[in-house]
């Protein structure tokens, strides 16, 4: 036999048994096995969104691609197909008309944060009691992006008990920047809020009451995702099925990420802290490498 035919037979059999391999474990070449999460500039989503992509490739092997979009774009496109998952989905209440335009295409893979709140949030030492007291507040609410459910509410309430309020459009920073000034200052502010959030740990603040439920009650924070992604993705939607994360957890989570540049930096001494359950999330998920001796 003629040395460049043993090698050509040779190759043939690696090739084969990589590949029996490869089926025999489940898995998928490398170009097959990536994923793109889309996610919002508020705190939580970037937090989950991130934390979930450095799990997925470092413990799965998968390339995730990442897209900052507002909310309702988010929906459309797990919808459509144009991205996998979403982690940062508030049910039943403040995302509940996006998730109703797409339920049909969408499937809830598990509870990323239970107990979830939104509402307007003061200053521990403001005279304001109740969303009802809003008569009485000289400024203008201070809100996030006009997409967020959580400003949808505040409009229902300033409309039910202040008609003639501004609610401000700002992002999520400028949100905080000012609340934290206020605060400093010791004036008044009324802010769109929601629980998790590190501002919470950092100052002493409040939700208003909210005696006609128009904030509804505590939710949950779900992942959903694109409709049949367990058939190619059976691991990726495991892990997904399994990551709760407590109120400790997730506070704990975001506020290394606001002290971090990047927050694959925060993620990572986060996940330092917490090695237990971030074993137990990724128990028997992690790829095995194919080795061709």
């Not at 990536?34 to 092997?61: F, Q, R």
């Not at 403040?94 to 709140?117: C, S, V, W």
Request: with cysteine.
């Amino acid at each position: 036999m003629k040395m460049t035919q043993y090698f050509s037979k040779t190759s043939a059999l690696i090739i084969l048994l990589a590949l029996f391999s490869s089926c025999k474990t489940g898995t998928k070449p490398e170009d097959e096995r990536s994923l793109k999460i889309v996610y919002t500039d508020w705190s939580e989503s970037v937090a989950i969104t991130y934390l979930s992509s450095v799990l997925l490739e470092e413990h799965m092997d998968y390339k995730v691609t990442l897209k900052m979009t507002d909310v309702e774009e988010a929906y459309r496109e797990v919808a459509n197909s144009e991205a996998d998952v979403f982690t940062d989905a508030w049910l039943p209440e403040t995302h509940k008309q996006y998730f109703d335009k797409h339920k049909d295409n969408l499937e809830m893979l598990g509870i990323t944060y239970p107990e979830a709140r939104t509402g307007l949030v003061v200053p521990a030492y403001s005279e304001l009691q109740s969303v009802a007291d809003l008569k009485n507040y000289a400024h203008p609410i201070v809100g996030i992006d006009a997409g967020a459910g959580v400003m949808q509410k505040a409009q229902a309430a300033i409309n039910k008990y202040a008609p003639a309020k501004t609610l401000l459009t700002l992002s999520e920073e400028k949100m905080v920047e000012q609340l934290g000034d206020s605060i400093q200052r010791r004036k008044d502010i009324v802010v769109t809020g929601w629980e998790p959030h590190w501002i919470f740990a950092r100052y002493n603040i409040r939700f208003l009451d909210d005696p006609d439920n128009i904030f509804g009650q505590k939710e949950n924070i779900y992942t959903i995702a694109t409709k049949n992604l367990e058939e190619e993705h059976p691991n990726a939607v495991r892990f997904f099925e399994r990551m709760q994360l407590s109120e400790n957890q997730l506070n704990s989570l975001v506020y290394e990420i606001s002290l971090s540049e990047d927050p694959v930096e925060g993620v990572k001494k986060w996940m330092e802290q917490n090695e237990f359950v971030v074993n137990q999330w990724m128990k028997n998920l992690t790829k095995e490498r194919i080795k061709i001796y």
